[in-house]
């Protein structure tokens, strides 16, 4: 089953309004993304894929702990995964990541940045994601940013691999043209 970003939303407002089984539903749909996040980001740069559990455990732990500083009128997917990248960052730093370490296309992923650059920018791409259509957006999500092959996608998303290929093909393309018009404006 596919969870979108509204059904994400949904929960956080509600686990935020006091709804401890929105809140624990809301942290195991997480774990979920989490999870796929992680081991694609830890195999890409060579880590073991046993330092997962320990990145979702901890990001969950921050959710939990900043939830209050959620916005609910922002998307809330950019704000949680901007405090899962944190936890990546923070991770590699403590168990000394040298960047020798780190493929060359890797490296700027686990560059310090300044903190509200990376808040902007994942707001921005939620709001961007926002304007596609729902396939677009399942299929990109599920590749681009959750770093799943077009197989693991298609069958999480239900549709054939040709589908999401073309998706993201078109997806990126639509998300390209709205930063040339933002960019215009």
């Known amino acids: 089953m596919v969870i979108g970003?509204?059904?994400?939303?949904?929960?956080?407002?509600?686990?935020?309004?006091?709804?401890?089984?929105?809140?624990?539903?809301?942290?195991?749909?997480?774990?979920?993304?989490?999870?796929?996040?992680?081991?694609?980001?830890?195999?890409?740069?060579?880590?073991?894929?046993?330092?997962?559990?320990?990145?979702?455990?901890?990001?969950?732990?921050?959710?939990?702990?900043?939830?209050?500083?959620?916005?609910?009128?922002?998307?809330?997917?950019?704000?949680?995964?901007?405090?899962?990248?944190?936890?990546?960052?923070?991770?590699?730093?403590?168990?000394?990541?040298?960047?020798?370490?780190?493929?060359i296309e890797s490296a700027g992923e686990i560059t310090a940045h300044e903190d509200h650059v990376d808040t902007e920018s994942a707001v921005d791409l939620g709001r961007l994601m926002a304007q596609l259509p729902a396939k677009m957006r399942t299929a990109i999500q599920h590749v681009k940013l959750d770093g799943l092959s077009v197989a693991e996608a298609a069958v999480r998303s239900g549709m054939t691999e040709s589908a999401v290929k073309v998706s993201v093909h078109r997806g990126l393309k639509a998300l390209s043209a709205a930063i040339g018009r933002e960019k215009a404006s």
């Open 5 to 103: 970003e509204d059904e994400l939303r949904e929960l956080m407002k509600a686990s935020l309004g006091g709804d401890a089984a929105a809140h624990r539903d809301l942290l195991e749909r997480l774990s979920r993304h989490l999870r796929a996040y992680y081991k694609s980001r830890l195999a890409h740069i060579g880590r073991s894929a046993s330092e997962t559990e320990d990145l979702v455990q901890e990001a969950l732990i921050a959710i939990h702990t900043r939830r209050h500083t959620y916005d609910p009128a922002e998307p809330f997917t950019p704000w949680a995964y901007a405090i899962a990248r944190y936890k990546l960052i923070d991770h590699l730093r403590r168990t000394k990541a040298s960047r020798a370490d780190v493929p």
